[in-house]
């Protein structure tokens, strides 16, 4: 597997875990609640240690995201860019030589032998 699939995979995983972490943390808002004694029944992690450690983790996620991001961009810029069927082939023929094409020998007609009922063979007998 090329090293580029590797670092998008690892790119989009840690995307969606950004945004599980935003969802999961509280807003500001929610802050007002919890002078009343509703707010820190509601939280795994107790009434400050969630908002700490969702922070890092976001932050540590960010850091890695943008660390991707990056190194993606380095990644496709390695890469050559491919060309249209148009670029190609104005490539191969400024490499090879173009065929040259010789016109068979035509019969030449006499005018005896043109068809009588043509209309120039009827000027000529009169």
């Given at each position: ?5 590797m670092?998008?995979?690892f ?13 999961l943390q509280?807003?500001?808002g929610?802050?007002?609640g ?6 820190a029944?509601?939280t795994?992690?107790g ?10 983790a ?12 990056l190194?993606?961009a ?6 050559t ?16 030589t173009p ?20 209309p120039a063979a ?5």
């Open positions: 597997m090329p090293l580029q699939s670092v998008l995979m790119h989009v995983a840690v995307a969606l875990l950004i945004v599980a972490l935003v969802l509280r807003g500001k929610a802050s007002a919890s002078g009343f004694g509703a707010g029944s509601g795994v992690f009434s400050r240690g969630a908002a700490s450690f969702l922070s890092r976001t932050a540590v996620l960010a850091t890695l995201f943008f660390a991707t991001s190194s993606l380095y990644l496709a810029r390695q890469q860019a491919p060309t249209s069927l148009l670029e190609r082939a104005a490539e191969e023929q400024t490499t090879t065929p040259r094409f010789e016109l068979p020998d035509l019969p030449v007609l006499s005018p005896e032998a043109e068809d009588p009922g043509s009827s000027d000529t007998a009169e």
